[in-house]
């Protein structure tokens, strides 16, 4: 692979189209996921080998919760077992791992394998992995006013600094707070939407759409995306 020019600081991806690979080879939705978790392996390596400093994946929103008990469960089970899996490949490879999201809403024993291995890589200075976990746009965006009101409320005088307070300053009360935002947002399995996925962050995002089902998508699918992004002029708004 030739050295890619211009290499996103913060690739993200919704990954998308698990239970229609499953379903093309008659099998049951979660071997989809079962098979996705190989491409956030191999995301994950290329991104490493890439030099991307953040990738992070949109692995269950908030409308997820909604899906049959029995995928959530599934679902729930192999994010378990993947954390608690992947903690000694974090450490060799000086990954920094994170979930964001409503972590209430998540079972206390995955909420404690999450914060044993955030805790153990948060010293990693390599890639920032970023899953983000019964998480969604609106509901980010919700829980930030909520905590800039209740410190208001707290302290009154803080709201005469409302009126200067911009985009970065509120920025500060979304989950994502000292994240970049995505320079580029990944799509895959042909479907051409954001699904309520950091809508606040990727105001300003590259997006890359695939007809490539998640559990196809590995090293090359990667690279391509990067390719791609690479011959993108971004504006940010202004004139160049
Ligand atoms: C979308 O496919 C995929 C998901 C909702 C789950 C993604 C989860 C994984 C890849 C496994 C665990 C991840 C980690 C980070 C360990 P879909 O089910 O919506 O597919 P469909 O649109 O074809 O039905």
Redesign the pocket.
């Known amino acids: 692979m030739d050295k890619i020019e211009n290499v996103p600081g913060h690739v993200s991806i919704i990954?998308?189209?698990?239970?229609?690979?499953a379903?093309e080879r008659g099998l049951e939705?979660c071997s989809?996921?079962?098979e996705?978790?190989e491409?956030?392996r191999a995301c994950t390596e290329a991104a490493v080998e890439s030099g991307v400093k953040y990738l992070s994946?949109y692995?269950?929103?908030e409308e997820?919760w909604g899906r049959p008990r029995e995928e959530v469960e599934s679902?729930m089970g192999?994010?378990l077992k993947?954390?608690t899996g992947e903690l000694s490949n974090f450490m060799q490879n000086g990954i920094r791992f994170m979930v964001l999201g409503n972590r209430a809403r998540l079972s206390d024993g995955l909420n404690s394998v999450i914060d044993d291995c955030m805790k153990k890589t948060e010293g990693n200075a390599g890639l920032t992995l970023i899953?983000f976990l019964s998480y969604s746009g609106r509901w980010d965006i919700l829980q930030a006013a909520r905590k800039l009101a209740s410190e208001i409320a707290a302290r009154p005088e803080l709201a005469a600094g409302l009126e200067d307070m911009d985009a970065d300053g509120f920025g500060r009360y979304l989950v994502t707070s000292g994240i970049p935002d995505p320079d580029l947002i990944i799509r895959t399995?042909g479907?051409q939407r954001l699904s309520n996925y950091l809508l606040w962050q990727g105001a300003y995002s590259e997006l890359f759409f695939t007809d490539t089902?998640?559990p196809d998508f590995r090293k090359p699918e990667f690279y391509s995306a990067l390719c791609e992004y690479s011959k993108r002029d971004r504006r940010y708004g202004k004139v160049k």
Do not use: Q, T, Y
């Not at 990954?15 to 690979?21: A, T």
């Open positions: 990954m998308d189209g698990n239970g229609r690979w379903k939705r989809g996921h079962i996705g978790v491409s956030v994946l692995a269950f929103s997820n679902l192999l994010m993947s954390v899953i399995s479907e089902l998640w």
